[in-house]
C-alpha cells in the first residue's frame, strides 16, 4: 500500500488546476490546494489494509465489495473512524470512488447480461488496478444541467451534460464539464457517471470511464477557500478542508478500456441510483462522526459560559444528540437490512434516504443550538491580531472570560466561531443539505418502492370492520 509521500509526490504530474484565475503550478507549493492534498494524505496514515485472495496482497478496505451486513458495518465504522482522524472533517479519497466502483460492479454485469458487452471484465480490471495502486478516486457525476425543466438532449447548449464527441477504434472522445467535483484537483483519477436517467434520445450522454486527472483536455477550476486565503481566525480549516472544482471535459480523450457504459441508455438510472444508495449510506458514516464538533463544541461552549445547568441549554445539546446518533442509527439499520444484487450487499436504500433526509432537514437546527448556546461573541469576537497584540491581549483576554478563564473560553470561540459564523460554516450547510443529493432526490428515494402505505390504508379501512 502507498505511502503518504508516495501520494503526495503522484501530483506533480502536470494536471491543470485553475485557482482565482491562475495555474496552480505545483499543488504541494499552494497555500490552500496544499492543505487539501495533506488532508487527503492522512488516508494514508491509518491502518486500512486487508489481505485480497485474487490479488494476493494488502489492498485498501475501502475497496472491499461489500457482501454482507457485517461488511456494510465495517465500512460505517471505517468512513466513521477516518472522519474521526481527521479532526471530524470527511476524507473522501477513496470513500466516493469505491462507492462509484460498487454500482460499476453491479451495474456492468446487468448490460453486460442485456447488451452482450463485456463491462463487467473492464470494471474488474479498473477496480484492480486501483486496490493494486492505492488510488484516490474522485467522482464526477452532476452535471451543469443547463436549464433544468428540459433532458440533456433537449438543451439549448449540448454540452450542458457530459457527452460522446467523438468515436474511434481506440476509444471515445468526450466533452462537457462537470459542478461539484470533491478533492478532483487532488485525487488520483476521476470516475465519471452519469447523473440521471436517461432516454434514447439522450444516449450520447449515457457514458461512464475513468480518466487520471492529468489526462490532456481535463481542467480543474477550484472554488475559492477563504478561510486559507490569510484568515487568521482559522483553526480547523487549516488542518483538514477538502476543495471541489467545476471540472471541465474539452474533448478528453478516453482507451476503450476505461469505458464503462456507452449509450446503453436504460442503464443510466440504474448505475446513478445504485451509485448514490452507497454513496449516501457514506454520508450517514461521515455525517455521524462530522457531527461531534458541533456537539463538542456546544458542550465545551456551554462550560466555559457557565450555563451547563439550564434546561433550554441541555434541549441544545440533546437535539444534536439526536442528529449524530440519528445518523449511525440509520446507517446501522440500513447495513443490517441490505438488498443482495448479484451477490453484492446494497445498503438498505429506505433507511439510508430517509436517514439522509433527515440530516438535510435537521442541520440547521445543529448550527443554531451551537449560536444560541454561544451567544453573539460568535458573531462579534475581536480579531486574532488583537487577541495577540500586546496592547490589547490582556484587556480581551480579562473581558472574554466566563466560567473559565479567559484564555480557555475564547479557544473554545475561536472553534465554534468557525463552524458557525464563517464562511466554512455558510460551505456546510450548503454541503449538509446538497452533496450526495438534493433533498427532493432523497425524498424520491423514499417514496420510490415504498409497500408502507398499504399496509396503513388496510389499518385504517379495516376500522369500519373491527
Ligand atoms: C459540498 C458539495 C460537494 C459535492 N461533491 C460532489 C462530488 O464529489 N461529485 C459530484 O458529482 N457531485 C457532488 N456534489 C453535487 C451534489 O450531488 C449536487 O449539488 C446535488 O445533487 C444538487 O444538484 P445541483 O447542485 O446541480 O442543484 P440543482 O439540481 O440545480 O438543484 C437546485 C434545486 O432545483 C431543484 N431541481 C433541479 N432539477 C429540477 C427539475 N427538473 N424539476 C424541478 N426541480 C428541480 C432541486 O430539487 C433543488 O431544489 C457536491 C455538492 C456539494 C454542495
Known sequence: MRSKEDYLNSLKDGRDVRYRGEKVESILDHPVLRVTALHASKLFSLSRGFFDEDLKQEVSRYYLVPQSSEHLMQRHKLIYETTMSCNGIFNISQAIGSDALFSLVLTSKKVDKNHNTNYSSRVTAYHNYAKKNDLTLAVAQTDVKGDRSKRPSEQADPDMYLRVLDVTDDGITVNGAKAHTTQGPVSDELIVLPTRAMTAEDKDYAISFAVPANSKGLKFIVRPIDELEGNSSSVLSTKDYECESLTIFDKVHVPWDRVFLFKEHEFAGTL???????????????????????????????????????????????????????????????????????????????????????????????????????????????????????????????????????????????????????????????????????????????????????????????????
Not at 460568535?378 to 490589547?392: C, F, G, K, R, Y
Not at 478563564?405 to 450547510?429: C, D, F, N, P, T
Open 272 to 466: 446513478a441510483l445504485n451509485f448514490v444508495t452507497y454513496h449516501r449510506f457514506t454520508a450517514l458514516s461521515y455525517r455521524s462522526a462530522s457531527s461531534n464538533l458541533y456537539l463538542g463544541a456546544t458542550s465545551l461552549v456551554s462550560k466555559a459560559n457557565g450555563t451547563t445547568k439550564a434546561p433550554h441549554i441541555h434541549n441544545n445539546l440533546v437535539n444534536i444528540v439526536m442528529y449524530k446518533e440519528l445518523m449511525r442509527m440509520s446507517a446501522i439499520a440500513a447495513a443490517h437490512t441490505p438488498t443482495l444484487d448479484e451477490g453484492i450487499a446494497i445498503p438498505n436504500p429506505l433507511y439510508t434516504n430517509i436517514g439522509k433526509l433527515y440530516s438535510n432537514q435537521n442541520f440547521a437546527r445543529i448550527l443554531e443550538g451551537l449560536i444560541d448556546t454561544a451567544g453573539g461573541i460568535i458573531a462579534t469576537m475581536p480579531s486574532q491580531e488583537d487577541m495577540v497584540n500586546p496592547l490589547e491581549s490582556e484587556i480581551i483576554t480579562k473581558y472574554l472570560a466566563g466560567a473559565t478563564q479567559g484564555e480557555e473560553r475564547i479557544r473554545i470561540l475561536k472553534i465554534a466561531k468557525e463552524l458557525v459564523g464563517s464562511s466554512m460554516a455558510g460551505y456546510m450547510m450548503t454541503l449538509m443539505i446538497h452533496a450526495e443529493g438534493s433533498m427532493e432526490a432523497s425524498k424520491l428515494g423514499i417514496v420510490r418502492g415504498y409497500d408502507g402505505v398499504s399496509e396503513s390504508e388496510k389499518l385504517v379501512e379495516g376500522i369500519f370492520e373491527n
